[in-house]
T-cell receptor, first 115, second 111 residues
Framework: GAVVSQHPSRVICKSGTSVKIECRSL??????MFWYRQFPKQSLMLMAT?????????EQGVEKDKFLINHASLTLSTLTVTSAHPEDSSFYIC???????????FGSGTQLSVL | GEDVEQSLFLSVREGDSSVINCTYT??????LYWYKQEPGAGLQLLTY?????DMKQDQRLTVLLNKKDKHLSLRIADTQTGDSAIYFC???????????FGTGTKLQVIP
């Protein structure tokens, strides 16, 4: 099946620094990728929809300048958490959708801890 | 944790029970989850089960876990049209570091 690689799996950073998370579709081209955030024992919350070559569509309440999304190619989307604060500590996961197909393929997630 | 398989599609009549199946590969799985995705929405956590449990019931939902066969199922009793969605199973493994999702089962409920 299709594979989505997410990196890093875990990152610990100091408050005020920026962190970049990568999401790659390894064997297919993903015109659409999604970024989610999950707090412990809660649902995955959709943060934004990333379309290749265009600006991401952010969900209500998600700060565009805080969570920078870049989808520069059909196989790579990145999420940068800028000026991270402890409240940004969370589990972030991406997914990619094959064009004209409803199936979603997920990365394995990134646990971000901001000290 | 590398491979989580689900059936692609399930169609049931309203009022019947639905059973969605999932198989996983990592014996070190700690938690197993069921998520629901309605059209245009994010993933909603329906329920989860810890790997040392065999069964968990929550209202119309029953989760069965066969750890020996690495098989997880979600039973929805008295299925309603509002249950039509895509259902994802997922396993947490690797010391809580990794999550692997299945590719989803589309449940269609026929009135």
């Amino acid at each position: 099946g299709a594979v989505v690689s997410q990196h890093p799996s875990r990152v610990i950073c100091k408050s005020g620094t920026s962190v970049k998370i990568e999401c790659r579709s390894l064997d297919f081209q993903a015109t659409t990728m999604f970024w989610y955030r999950q707090f412990p024992k809660q649902s995955l919350m959709l943060m934004a929809t990333s379309n290749e070559g265009s600006k991401a569509t952010y969900e209500q309440g998600v700060e565009k300048d805080k969570f920078l999304i870049n989808h520069a190619s059909l196989t790579l989307s990145t999420l940068t958490v800028t000026s991270a604060h402890p409240e940004d500590s969370s589990f972030y996961i991406c997914s990619a959708r094959l064009d004209l197909n409803e199936k979603l393929f997920f990365g394995s997630g990134t646990q971000l801890s901001v000290l | 944790g590398e491979d989580v398989e689900q059936s692609l599609f399930l169609s049931v009549r309203e009022g019947d029970s639905s059973v969605i199946n999932c198989t996983y590969t990592d014996s070190s799985s700690t938690y197993l989850y069921w998520y629901k995705q309605e059209p245009g929405a994010g993933l909603q956590l329906l329920t989860y089960i810890f790997s040392n449990m065999d069964m968990k019931q929550d209202q119309r939902l029953t989760v069965l876990l066969n750890k020996k066969d690495k098989h997880l199922s979600l039973r929805i009793a008295d299925t309603q049209t509002g249950d039509s969605a895509i259902y994802f199973c997922a396993e947490r493994w690797g010391g809580y570091q990794k999550v692997t999702f299945g590719t989803g089962t589309k449940l269609q409920v026929i009135p």
